[in-house]
């Protein structure tokens, strides 16, 4: 008895001992759930917290445009007026367009008595050439001939280079007016005188007793068509496509269009609000720094927008009206790795031109190649200068030095075989574009709220964005 008793205690105490094993692991200990509240309360914490933060960015974000909206003094939002910012008017460029071709009908109706005088030029060319071969070749005659008409050519060119000045001047037009004016008066001196360069040696080797008279004077008819074809360098003849296709043309003047428009809203949204209040109020050198580096990016972009509207869809434009099969206006400047390839490729026409009726002449002269490269550039910077300084009103010759020392030495500098040319040369033609433009739009906007310090003709000369606001220290 005493056995089966001991038997059973040990049953029970063993099948309590199993019965509670199970009870033991499926009951956790203290620090587990201790350690299993620590998460939820960290997990908890962690969400609260980047709820806050979230929360302190947007509020951030909502204060920042807050105070962008603010018209601060030198530089202010870029999509509201100063004048009207309560109203919020949107600016997308239309005043601008509208207000830089003011004058237009003066400007076209000048475009077509400057066209007449180039017309008049090829009468009064035909009736020397005619009345030179009647003459004897040996005598007094024609070089009286040949110096009274050197003498009437020289005073018709001073002429039309003086008229649209005058023009310009008296109707005081808006910048683009301008511009298309100049522009078009150099496109029509370097027309007339790359006719006069290639048919007025064909006079003098003249010689009426072997060759034809009727090869000697050009028709007329492919004057007019030299006039308005995309070219600058005389040829006889032209390639010409068979058909014109309207919807090509039409097409590229609407991108012509387009891009006037794209550069105009760039200017109101980007440029201008960063100048526009110089010479009201003193700048520190901090945010004069922040301006002209803020205006890198919008200026590469307004000089790659005038690329692509004269260069590529104008041009291709008129190439399509006119027939013109040669479509090479530029080549690929942007893979270039010096500033030789690229002013060579850059405007393939002007190059043509240049290294046609100046570079081959003046090389001959001069000898030294160096010193022709020179010359050429500073015909080139003196043109671009003329137009810039009666397009604004004022002379600021900082184009003029960029050609004449930053290009020259970069070009002679900046070889093909340097490594990184080409990168270096896209940073500095962005640094480059976008100094000039902040220089040429303080200046611009100093005109307007600095008065005059020399009241004499200098001013014309004097930049007034050197004296009328200075730098203040922070």
């Given at each position: 008895m005493?056995?089966?008793a001991s038997q059973t205690s040990v049953r029970e105490v063993a099948g309590d001992r199993v019965s509670t094993l199970p009870e033991d692991k499926k009951k956790p200990t203290p620090d587990v759930l201790e350690l299993k509240e620590r998460i939820q309360q960290l997990q908890t914490e962690a969400v609260e917290q980047l709820e806050q933060k979230l929360q302190q960015l947007v509020e951030e974000a909502l204060r920042v445009a807050e105070v962008a909206a603010t018209p601060p003094s030198p530089s202010h939002h870029l999509l509201y007026d100063d004048a009207k910012y309560r109203n919020r008017t949107l600016k997308l460029g239309f005043s601008t367009i509208f207000w830089n071709f003011g004058g237009l009908h003066i400007v076209m109706a000048t475009w077509a008595s400057m066209q007449l005088a180039v017309f008049a030029l090829f009468i009064a060319f035909c009736h020397w050439a005619s009345f030179r071969v009647s003459l004897p070749i040996s005598g007094f005659q024609r070089q009286l001939l040949d110096n009274s008409a050197l003498i009437v050519l020289i005073a018709c060119k001073v002429g039309f280079l003086v008229l649209p000045v005058h023009v310009i001047q008296y109707n005081q037009l808006p910048p683009i007016s301008v511009m298309i004016l100049l522009c078009e008066q150099m496109r029509m001196i370097m027309k007339s005188y790359a006719f006069l360069r290639s048919q007025v040696p064909k006079v003098k080797m003249f010689k009426p007793h072997t060759d034809a008279t009727d090869v000697l004077l050009p028709d007329f008819n492919h004057f007019v068509y030299f006039m308005f074809a995309p070219a600058l360098v005389y040829r006889d003849s032209y390639p010409r496509t068979k058909e014109i296709r309207w919807k090509v043309a039409?097409?590229?003047?609407?991108?012509?269009?387009?891009?006037?428009?794209?550069?105009?809203?760039?200017?109101?949204?980007?440029?201008?609000?960063?100048?526009?209040?110089?010479?009201k109020q003193q700048l520190s050198p901090k945010e004069m720094v922040v301006a002209i580096f803020g205006s890198m990016?919008?200026?590469?972009?307004?000089?790659?927008?005038?690329?692509y509207c004269i260069l590529h869809a104008w041009m291709n434009a008129f190439a399509e009206i006119t027939r013109f099969a040669d479509r090479m206006f530029y080549k690929d400047w942007w893979n270039v790795n010096s500033y030789g390839a690229y002013y060579r490729n850059w405007n393939v026409v002007v190059h043509d031109w240049l290294y046609t009726y100046?570079?081959?002449d003046l090389s001959e002269l001069l000898g030294g190649k160096r010193r022709t490269i020179l010359a050429v550039f500073s015909l080139s910077a003196i043109v671009h200068e003329y137009i810039l300084t009666f397009m604004f009103g004022f002379?600021?010759?900082m184009l003029?030095?960029?050609f004449e020392v930053f290009s020259v030495g970069l070009m002679f500098v900046s070889r093909d075989r340097l490594p990184g040319?080409?990168?270096?040369?896209?940073?500095?033609?962005?640094?480059?574009?976008?100094?000039?433009?902040?220089?040429?739009?303080m200046e611009w906007f100093a005109r307007r709220h600095c008065p005059r310090f020399i009241d004499s003709t200098w001013d014309f000369f004097v930049p007034r964005s050197w004296f009328c606001?200075?730098?203040?220290?922070?």
């Amino acid at each position: 008895m005493e056995a089966e008793a001991s038997q059973t205690s040990v049953r029970e105490v063993a099948g309590d001992r199993v019965s509670t094993l199970p009870e033991d692991k499926k009951k956790p200990t203290p620090d587990v759930l201790e350690l299993k509240e620590r998460i939820q309360q960290l997990q908890t914490e962690a969400v609260e917290q980047l709820e806050q933060k979230l929360q302190q960015l947007v509020e951030e974000a909502l204060r920042v445009a807050e105070v962008a909206a603010t018209p601060p003094s030198p530089s202010h939002h870029l999509l509201y007026d100063d004048a009207k910012y309560r109203n919020r008017t949107l600016k997308l460029g239309f005043s601008t367009i509208f207000w830089n071709f003011g004058g237009l009908h003066i400007v076209m109706a000048t475009w077509a008595s400057m066209q007449l005088a180039v017309f008049a030029l090829f009468i009064a060319f035909c009736h020397w050439a005619s009345f030179r071969v009647s003459l004897p070749i040996s005598g007094f005659q024609r070089q009286l001939l040949d110096n009274s008409a050197l003498i009437v050519l020289i005073a018709c060119k001073v002429g039309f280079l003086v008229l649209p000045v005058h023009v310009i001047q008296y109707n005081q037009l808006p910048p683009i007016s301008v511009m298309i004016l100049l522009c078009e008066q150099m496109r029509m001196i370097m027309k007339s005188y790359a006719f006069l360069r290639s048919q007025v040696p064909k006079v003098k080797m003249f010689k009426p007793h072997t060759d034809a008279t009727d090869v000697l004077l050009p028709d007329f008819n492919h004057f007019v068509y030299f006039m308005f074809a995309p070219a600058l360098v005389y040829r006889d003849s032209y390639p010409r496509t068979k058909e014109i296709r309207w919807k090509v043309a039409l097409w590229h003047l609407t991108e012509v269009f387009g891009v006037i428009f794209f550069i105009s809203f760039l200017f109101e949204r980007s440029l201008v609000p960063m100048f526009r209040n110089f010479g009201k109020q003193q700048l520190s050198p901090k945010e004069m720094v922040v301006a002209i580096f803020g205006s890198m990016v919008p200026s590469l972009t307004v000089m790659l927008c005038v690329f692509y509207c004269i260069l590529h869809a104008w041009m291709n434009a008129f190439a399509e009206i006119t027939r013109f099969a040669d479509r090479m206006f530029y080549k690929d400047w942007w893979n270039v790795n010096s500033y030789g390839a690229y002013y060579r490729n850059w405007n393939v026409v002007v190059h043509d031109w240049l290294y046609t009726y100046v570079y081959k002449d003046l090389s001959e002269l001069l000898g030294g190649k160096r010193r022709t490269i020179l010359a050429v550039f500073s015909l080139s910077a003196i043109v671009h200068e003329y137009i810039l300084t009666f397009m604004f009103g004022f002379c600021y010759p900082m184009l003029f030095m960029a050609f004449e020392v930053f290009s020259v030495g970069l070009m002679f500098v900046s070889r093909d075989r340097l490594p990184g040319s080409n990168l270096l040369m896209w940073l500095l033609f962005t640094i480059g574009t976008g100094l000039l433009i902040s220089l040429y739009m303080m200046e611009w906007f100093a005109r307007r709220h600095c008065p005059r310090f020399i009241d004499s003709t200098w001013d014309f000369f004097v930049p007034r964005s050197w004296f009328c606001s200075p730098l203040t220290s922070e």
